[in-house]
């Protein structure tokens, strides 16, 4: 069975419940292929995926080496149960426990991001015996109950109360947007620093210390920032979670396998946490893969007591092995090294555009990790989008960038530049230039 090209939308939109949307209001983009930082609409319309698809196609689209992988593994074994040994389980281990920081060398494997962090924080729980989790308000760490319960945005909301109990909130480390700082904006980075970890203890003395399993952060914020971590902060965090017998898990599945320019983003400040959960560029989205890394003491706990969790597809050969050949993909093309060189290209490029529109309020990357925040003014600092909002100029922008095939993720009065770590600077460029002429809307709702 299969359907012409002309069908693929109206039978989507037919039959097909979509997320994150009003069901009414989805406008899909009906994508036939796609090859390396480019994909085609139905109508042979090209786009430059300025988004990675979902943050998540670090290898780029369409790479042949990582398509046969997969095929030879369905040929050779296509399913075998979580309780299963088998050949990728082996070798993805092994590679992994090689890339990752410190001694982190035993893995969970899961169907994705939002489960890696359930998982998480279930064996912090049990480990230490302690119940309550921190997490940032500007934290996203999934959609299934528990991960959404430790996300802080307003996605949260719509589920309250219905979610896992005992996650406390607090503060990101959000310079552009201090609510410690406005009145002194040009305090030195090291207090600076060292007033959001001092926010930190107080939060976790008022919880108290006995009570908190874990502190699970991103380690650069994602959708909701792109906020990077000060020098210091990191490390301050590690040295509280020692203080007090708290496990630090880090959120590395939007940030790691070469996002930043460092296999994973802690490897730019050296610090080593307890627990990392990964997925996104795990397979770069080749298949559905999530993981838990996790330290030797904690796996060592479970040698003798039962680890309550699992799913029917954990550890499914297939996205193992799209995991294998994806990071040796990585590793023969030098994406890790490739990511860390054109990380001044594009903060330069982003520089430009900062100086260049007055609708720019700041420009933040690392790596191929990139965000445009958009005000009305730059004196206030008043976004171009409300807080959990949109606004005509933000949705007027957007449509600019689809119509010229740029395609790019925008949230609130941000927008992402987050694309395949493959991508040249003559790539960059292009979408660049079409982002310039776009700036010019959120200009004219700036008042410029």
Known sequence: MDIADAEILPLSLEHGFWTWSAQGKVDPIPVQRAKGVYFWDVNGKRYLDFNSMVMCVNIGHGDERVAEAIAAQAHELAFAGPPMATRPRALLGKLLAEITPGDLNRFLFTLGGADANENAIKLARAYTGRHKILARYRSYHGATAGAMAATGDPRRVAWEPNLMPGVVHFLDPYRYRST???????ISDADFCQDYLNHLEEIILYEGPGTIAALLLETVTGTNGVIIPPDGYLQGV????????ILYIADEVMAGFGRTGKWFAVDHWGVVPDLMTMAKGLTSGYAPLGAVAIRPEIAEFFNQRVFQGGLTFNS????LAAAIANIQVMQQDRLVEHAAAMGPVLHRMLTDLG???????????????GIIELVRDRRTREPLAPFNGSSAAMTAFRKFMLDRGVYLYTHWHTALVIPPLIIDEEQLREGFAVLDEALEITDRAAGA
């Open 180 to 186: 410690f700082h406005r009145a002194n904006p040009d």
């Open 238 to 245: 590690r040295r509280l979670c020692d203080k007090y017998g």
């Open 316 to 319: 499914h050969p297939i996205s």
């Open 355 to 369: 100086e260049n529109h007055p609708s720019v309020g700041e420009v933040r990357s690392i790596g191929l990790f």
